[in-house]
């Protein structure tokens, strides 16, 4: 055996889970490969001191308890994950069928959407108004500015 496949099957050797010749030759190479003897003695002292602490058991329920609260938990994400889907399909679902009725019927596509979706539009239509007096408001405020005051205080 080689010193790579000896290192593999330590653990199994002093889990005693290997059969008689894979034993006596593991035996026969710690004896004169001292490198992996000196690892057998490490990994024996780390098994050594954890066979000789007590076996902490969880309680009889444990895996019950665990096993319920992962069930639940993902209950809840389904839940929320069919919701998203849900109203995500509405939504691009609703903004297809506006440029459809758009495109093909002329309808406006406010009136449309307003329709659909109601009362979030309204909202939406409001700042849409808002938006569009804009220019408006703009070109009556610059046709109000006296540009002579503007020239005076370039030139100061
Ligand atoms: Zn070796």
Redesign the pocket.
């Known amino acids: 055996m080689e010193?790579k496949e000896?290192l593999e099957k330590l653990d199994m050797y002093l889990e005693n889970r290997l059969n008689d010749i894979e034993k006596y030759r593991i035996e026969k190479?710690l004896e004169v490969?001292s490198?992996?003897s000196k690892e057998y003695k490490e990994l024996k002292g780390v098994f050594d001191l954890l066979s000789s602490h007590p076996v902490v058991l969880p309680p009889e329920d444990f895996t019950e308890k665990v096993m319920n609260q992962i069930k639940i938990k993902s209950k809840a994400n389904n839940i929320r994950t069919i919701i998203i889907k849900k109203w995500g399909i509405s939504f691009v679902a609703a903004g297809l069928l506006i440029f459809v009725l758009n495109t093909s019927f002329g309808y406006s596509t406010e009136d449309i959407s307003s329709y659909i979706y109601e009362k979030p539009l309204s909202i939406n239509s409001q700042i849409t108004n808002c938006l569009k007096e804009i220019p408006s408001v703009v070109s009556r405020t610059y046709k109000k500015l006296d540009f002579k005051q503007i020239k005076f205080f370039k030139n100061k």
Do not use: E, G, T
Request: net charge positive; proline share 0%; charged share 15%.
């Open positions: 010193c000896i190479h490969c490198k992996c």
